[in-house]
């Protein structure tokens, strides 16, 4: 029998696994990963501010610090530090951050249905896409990686501050932009992906 | 109970016993054991004032096994019964040994779970058999030393060894009769050994090139905080390949034939490993070698031969650097010093190879065959509590994503590899067939798409999903890995709460029903000696369950419980008082359960409340600065 089942819902990778319900009882369910890192809910963090706190929550709870404890509390610990992992995670990536923040305002983010009928950004896609299959091509292939690399990075940022507006505002309308601007910012990554992979054999092939 | 323990600050904290911990570096070539001692960490030599143990153990009918130096020196003589690099079979199938053991010099056989054993005078003995002979030894060595029985160890594991690799060497700390605190990644552990010391701060890279494995980890390094980023290797290569194509160049000299019995190659081998170790030093070395007709070669061997030879595997290990960085989001400019770590960075060529790639001075202050155990020492130091109010935190990753077969073989990634752990992640799938009730899940690591590329870890079956249409069934697959990088795997039909879990043990482990043979067959003639120790560990046990709860309900048992509540508490707390005077140790634990049972909701608000505390303990000093 081989892998008689199929994915329910595609995503990057897993969800945030849930010990908030069922048997699973961890202490305060309800306190989002913004209250966890005393930070307010916001689509701009303070990432120093976040890093600091995460190394003081994990100081706290980490399972280093119950390994001869009871059952219950290495087991409390570890679903704490568990769950402190995956809010830093969620919080120091703008992308999961986004759609976190849509989660929380209840907008249901599924990528799977969402589509964008902007022609300016698929077009541009398709150049990108382009530019990248003829880099092994090039004369200097590194230095086409950099043009490609850069010019992600600036769409990114374009993104980013979008985004930036749209949860400041935060009205239906605003949230429906986000969602489009998160699922652009989607394919950027997976073409960064590509273009760090590509990189990655063309450097091994000279090694 | 390490979270009732947590004292208010500027409050004194009960003065307590120095419990004895040790690191473990079980290694390809050599292992070693460090401990902590007047706050200084250092291996600890045995009787003869030798701190390496060679990983080499021999088996003989009839006799227990001779661990060490006696067996290294009966390897040419009696290479089936003599077991060397045993860690390179760790966690591995029979197929998997196939692939790689043309090399080694032994006899396997299948064993009853698809685990190779290897078959010797002293009878047929799995990898982690050979292991735990090995750990036992150090134990003992430890034990003797320190004065004591060992509390808890700490022992070490290549970062890039994947979960069947982990739990065969935890299983071998348990076969041992070790308490396995954790498995702790080796770079890391030099990284601790290095930054202790220094109290650095910033990017590193530790590059660990051991007998058997390599391994090249990032690290950021915060006030204390050593923050794994990324981590990636190679658990086939090492130094002993440096010795097999030197021993493969002798071979050429001298004309000796592709079929070498199993004396000679390892003649060859000891011939060969000894010409490079001179090479660290010297530029040319002379080498004899005796045939299998007693004939002999003799010739020279420079340097920049060796290097000539060496140059290939080097390289290898500089593509994982990259993806570590890459992995990382690190360039290489950022790293501010690059850690040599294993006896095999002590040749000239890695070091020099490794300094150009990261254009950073390699740091060999600590000698490179012994950090990694230091490492492990001071973490055991910690990990057992002789250092309650110690700053130092690990945040570790697992080296490769963990994921599903799904339809067509393929691999589903569950979690992502350098993740930091603990972390846990679910992933719903649905049924491919109308009326589907049974679905199969493999367990599989690795980075690659097809799931024939990766590692497989395990396979269960979830039954009785209520027969649905195609696509209907919600099925929920739980992934946990813990801190020392084990998993377990949950797997739930959401619908009608049908649940099946499994501690991932791998196709080739032991299962724990075997290990608890192994164990008992060696405790058997000591039953009565077992009882009174098992007497002593549960009062021990008993009355540090009680100090840390009386310190704990004298700092905040008024604020954080009601009468009720703390009435319950106490008469739990009477009765393991009782329990603890008497001399039947089940009792003892009853007793020990039902107080942990009692104060269970206290524990979890107290933990609450060092949630909020480490945070509002941050907001007050950011406001001071403001």
Not at chain 2, 34 to 41: K, L, N, Q
Not at chain 2, 375 to 390: E, F, S, T
Request: aromatic share 4%; hydrophobic share 40%; proline share 3%.
């Amino acid at each position: 029998m081989r892998g008689e089942f199929q994915r329910l819902m595609p995503a990057a990778c897993g969800q945030p696994a849930d010990f908030l319900s069922g048997s699973y009882m961890a202490a305060d369910s309800s306190t989002t990963h913004f209250e966890l890192f005393g930070l307010p809910q916001s689509f701009e963090v303070d990432l120093g501010l976040l890093d600091t706190h995460y190394r003081e929550l994990q100081r706290a709870v980490h399972p280093d610090r119950f390994v001869t404890a009871s059952d219950q509390e290495r087991r409390l610990s570890m679903q704490q530090a568990t769950q402190i992992n995956e809010g830093y995670q969620t919080l120091r990536d703008p992308l999961k951050r986004g759609r976190y923040l849509l989660e929380l305002s209840g907008y249901r983010f599924d990528d799977q249905h969402h589509t964008t009928s902007d022609a300016v950004f698929l077009m541009e896609q398709m150049e990108l896409r382009e530019a990248l299959a003829e880099v092994r091509e090039a004369d200097d292939p590194f230095g086409s990686l950099e043009v490609i690399m850069d010019r992600i990075a600036r769409d990114i940022v374009a993104l980013l501050m979008q985004l930036q507006d749209n949860f400041t505002v935060a009205d239906s309308h605003s949230l429906e932009a986000a969602a489009e601007a998160l699922m652009k910012m989607q394919f950027f990554r997976r073409l960064q992906e590509e273009v760090m992979d590509l990189e990655a054999d063309l450097e091994d092939e000279l090694a | 109970m390490a979270l009732l323990q947590i004292s208010e600050p500027g409050q004194a904290t009960a003065p307590h016993e120095h419990r004895l911990a040790a690191g473990i570096d079980l290694g390809t070539t050599n292992s070693l054991v460090a401990s902590v001692r007047s706050g200084v960490a250092e291996t600890l030599p045995d009787e003869a004032g030798e701190h390496l143990l060679p990983s080499v153990v021999r088996y003989a009918a009839h006799e227990s096994p001779v661990v060490g130096r006696e067996a290294l020196a009966a390897a040419v003589d009696d290479p089936l019964n003599t077991i060397a690099s045993v860690k390179r079979l760790m966690g591995r199938g029979v197929a998997d040994v196939k692939r790689t053991g043309s090399r080694l010099p032994y006899e396997f056989v299948a064993g009853s779970s698809g685990m190779p054993l290897l078959h010797t005078a002293g009878g047929d003995v799995s990898p982690v058999e050979v292991s735990a002979a090995i750990l036992g030894q150090l134990k003992q060595r430890a034990e003797a030393t320190l004065g004591g029985e060992l509390q808890g160890v700490v022992i070490t594991v290549p970062a890039y060894f994947d979960e069947a690799q982990r739990q065969a060497t935890k299983d071998a700390g348990r076969l041992a009769g070790l308490n396995v605190l954790r498995l702790l990644n080796e770079p890391t552990a030099a990284a601790v050994a290095y930054g202790l010391d220094q109290g650095s701060e910033g990017v590193i890279a530790i590059y660990d090139l051991g007998g058997g494995t390599f391994d090249i980890s990032i690290l950021r390094l915060n006030k204390g905080v050593f923050e794994v980023l990324s981590t990636a290797g190679d658990t086939a290569l090492g130094g002993d390949d440096m010795d097999h194509l030197v021993a493969g160049w002798l071979m050429q000299q001298a004309a000796i034939e592709d079929d070498a019995g199993h004396s000679q190659m390892r003649h060859l081998l000891q011939q060969a490993r000894a010409a490079k170790e001179a090479l660290s030093g010297a530029v040319s070395t002379g080498i004899t070698v005796t045939r299998a007709d007693g004939t002999t070669w003799s010739g020279n061997l420079t340097r920049a031969q060796f290097e000539e030879l060496a140059t290939p595997l080097v390289e290898k290990t500089l593509a994982p650097c990259r993806r570590a960085l890459r992995d990382a989001g690190i360039r290489v400019q950022e790293v501010q010093a690059v850690v040599m770590v294993g006896g095999s960075t002590r040749v000239p060529l890695v070091r020099e190879r490794v300094a150009r790639f990261f254009a950073a001075e390699p740091m060999v202050d600590i000698d490179p065959d012994r950090v990694v155990a230091v490492g492990a020492a001071i973490q055991a130091d910690m990990l057992v509590g002789n250092k309650p109010d110690d700053e130092m935190l690990l945040l570790d990753v697992i080296p490769l994503s963990l994921g599903l077969e799904t339809m067509g073989g393929l691999t589903e990634k569950v979690i992502p590899r350098n993740a930091t752990i603990p972390t846990a992640r679910a992933q719903e799938f649905t049924t491919f067939k109308d009326g589907q009730t049974a679905m199969s899940l493999h367990v599989v690591q690795g980075e690659r798409e097809l799931v024939d590329d990766c590692r497989s870890l395990a396979r269960f079956e979830l039954r009785d999903i209520p027969p649905m249409v195609a696509g209907a069934a919600r099925i929920r697959v739980t992934f946990q890995v813990d801190a020392d990088g084990l998993l377990n795997v949950t797997a739930e039909e959401q619908t009608r709460g049908v649940k099946s879990s499994i501690e991932v043990k791998p196709s080739y482990g032991l299962s724990d029903s075997e290990i608890e043979a192994m164990l008992k067959a060696s405790l058997a003639h000591a039953e009565d000696d077992r009882d009174a120790r098992r007497l002593r560990e549960e009062q021990v046990e008993a009355d540090r369950v009680l100090e840390a709860l009386h310190a704990a309900l004298a700092a905040d048992g008024e604020q954080l419980l009601d009468a009720d509540e703390r009435a319950a508490i106490d008469a739990a707390a009477r009765a393991l008082e009782e329990a603890r005077n008497g001399t039947e140790y089940r009792a003892i634990k009853q007793a020990i359960e039902a107080v942990e049972r009692a104060s269970s909701a206290y524990v979890e608000r107290r933990m609450n409340t060092t949630i909020r505390k480490a945070m509002a303990g941050h907001r007050v000093d950011e406001f001071k600065s403001s």
